[in-house]
């Protein structure tokens, strides 16, 4: 468990009221992660939500050979910074990731359990709507920062 306080300070949650603070204080807890650790990886069950509070991590994704599905090759995406959530697919079926996250340097992350969160939504509709609504923001701006990559890439 987590503050609530903690929680009211980032704009992401700033649509929570304080029921639904304190609720999703109760499934989240504070991480640490050192330097290179992965925090989430492609193709494994989204179990949690992630939410940045310090530090830097990059997202990649991992491109498989379909011949030879042992050939793989990651490629960078973008950086998540303080403030960002990772781990968007714990709130979206079928609740895997599809990239992977690795620490830049030392970070300080809330890692939100998955099942109890989307438990949480079912039983709440506004915590649920206000979730997908910042979760969609969130993955709005990445789709842009990639397409800008891939533009510069092409040019």
Do not use: W
């Not at 969160?117 to 915590?127: G, S």
Request: charged share 25%; net charge negative; proline share 5%.
């Amino acid at each position: 468990m987590i503050s609530p306080e903690l929680l009211r300070r980032y704009p992401f949650f700033g649509f929570l009221d304080d029921t639904q603070l304190k609720a999703v204080a109760m499934i989240a807890e504070e991480i640490a992660v050192e330097t290179g650790e992965l925090i989430l990886e492609a193709g494994q069950p989204a179990e949690a939500l992630y939410f940045l509070l310090d530090g830097s991590t990059e997202l990649c994704t991992i491109v498989t050979d379909q011949v030879r599905p042992e050939s793989r090759k990651e490629f960078y995406i973008s950086d998540v910074n303080p403030g960002e959530i990772l781990g968007i697919s714990a709130l979206v079926e079928p609740y895997r990731y599809t990239g992977t996250a690795r620490a830049r340097g030392p970070c300080r992350i809330i890692k939100i359990e998955a099942f109890p969160l989307r438990e949480l939504c079912a039983k709440d509709l506004k915590l649920a709507y206000g979730l997908m609504r910042e979760t969609a923001k969130a993955a709005m701006e990445r789709l842009h920062d990639t397409r800008v990559q891939l533009a510069a890439a092409r040019a």
